[in-house]
């Protein structure tokens, strides 16, 4: 009884606790033109009830689950059942991803779709499916880096800002079009990642991260006080999108094929960066994320490696800066900062370190998610928290882990190179 009581004491006090740090977000309403501020308490028990309701259950499935490690009775025999069901479950998701047959049929009903969305779909459902087209480009190429080379980028935004300002400034004063700033873009983006590997090149960890953080903080302060060249605060408008040999487009059909431009764009990014995963240079990433000095002792110049991951990852983030610069006519310094940095590092982390198709569900989904999500109001972004911190907790190494490359001997099944390769560690 004794028990009982402190939980459900514990779990009044986490629900109050609750209320009171979003009763000013949540529980509040500005009435602008009366010039009052209504309080919604009926918001805020519902509220209250709920997380009382969630603290409870939370509660008691950490609780059994910790007893259920001791546990000999038939309650213990049926959490065994449904853990080795799940467990069972897990393993058949994996084995269907794994066949090519199913990989290629969904991938190519999603293209379908994708293909069909600005002609069957409205032009709300083109522009934020072009924005989360951006986001995945945005994501795989920070997946080089710190995914599959283990190098913590904090300031990845700082060259998307280069790509499209890049296209901004140069239409702005020179008159070139899309096509021309296009790649011109992507390589002073790799300069730029070039020129920020060098200075970094024996750091790691924490370090890292710090000076990565600051140069996407210069990077964003310099377009922002320098408004000579920039335009400062108000940023560069007007830029026009890509022209289709010529034709004369109206604003539904230019944004359709900016549209399948980004589509484009983030399936040449799937394939070069999958392509670049299992190339040489691919395996001397992974080398160095996962032991510099064994890697080192190997043969692999660490300092031609960590250039190269700087240079590939801020590559496409030039590449997706180009889009979102034709796309939006209009770039600002407050649309590249450590927030976006901070949601593409979560894109990443979320879909799993180093996986190409983890990364591309986790970018869809937490971009598309808000926009969905705009039916429960003010609610949104908390329920939109809540599904991140529970995906941390019992999914930690992400939707779609990264799978190791095994090597079997020709002629030799799975189970003889287990055996052999056991008896040649033993």
């Known amino acids: ?52 309701a969630l603290s409870l259950l939370w509660m008691w499935y950490f609780r059994h689950k910790e007893r259920g490690r001791g546990d000999s009775g038939p309650l213990a025999s049926v959490r065994a059942g449904m853990g080795r069901g799940w467990h069972a479950l897990l393993r058949r998701l994996d084995s269907l991803g794994r066949r090519r047959g199913v990989t290629g049929l969904c991938a190519g009903v999603l293209l379908a779709a994708a293909v069909f969305l600005p002609v069957a779909g409205s032009m709300y459902q083109t522009t934020i499916f072009a924005n989360a087209f951006l986001y995945v480009m945005l994501a795989l190429g920070l997946n080089i880096a710190v995914g599959i080379a283990g190098q913590l980028v904090l300031g990845y935004a700082a060259f998307y800002a280069i790509g ?124 160095l994320r996962d032991d510099e000095i064994a890697s080192e002792a190997m043969g692999i110049d660490l300092r031609m490696v960590k250039l190269q991951a700087f240079a590939l990852g801020s590559c496409w983030a030039g590449f997706a800066g180009v889009l979102l610069a034709a796309r939006i006519n209009f770039i600002s310094p407050p649309s590249f900062t450590f927030m976006e940095s901070a949601m593409i590092l979560s894109m990443v982390v979320l879909g799993g370190m180093g996986s190409i198709s983890g990364v591309v569900v986790a970018a869809l989904v937490l971009t598309l998610a808000p926009e969905y999500l705009r039916a429960l109001s003010a609610y949104r972004m908390l329920v939109f928290g809540a599904l991140m911190v529970l995906m941390m907790i019992f999914r930690p190494q992400g939707l779609i882990p990264s799978r190791k490359r095994i090597y079997h001997p020709r002629g030799v099944s799975a189970d003889g190179a287990a055996t052999s390769a056991q008896g040649g560690r033993a």
């Open 164 to 287: 499209a300002y890049t296209y901004g400034l140069l239409n702005q004063y020179f008159g070139l079009g899309f096509w021309v700033c296009l790649p011109v873009g992507g390589c002073l983006a790799a300069v730029a990642g070039l020129l920020l590997g060098f200075p970094v090149l024996r750091l790691q960890g924490d370090y890292l991260a710090i000076v990565t953080l600051g140069f996407g903080e210069i990077v964003r302060l310099l377009l922002n006080n320098w408004m000579d060249i920039t335009g400062g605060s108000q940023g560069v408008a007007n830029i026009p999108r890509p022209s289709l040999f010529g034709i004369t487009l109206s604003s539904d059909q230019s944004m359709a094929y900016v549209y399948y431009l980004t589509l484009a764009a983030m399936i040449v990014t799937i394939v070069v960066v999958a392509r670049i995963k299992d190339s040489r240079v691919g395996l001397a990433l992974r080398a």
């Open 1 to 52: 009884m004794n028990a009982v009581m402190k939980t459900l004491l514990r779990a009044v006090m986490i629900s109050v606790w609750f209320m009171a740090l979003t009763f000013p977000v949540l529980s509040l309403k500005v009435n602008a033109t009366k010039r009052t501020v209504d309080v919604l308490w009926e918001r805020a028990a519902g509220m209250g009830l709920a997380m009382f």
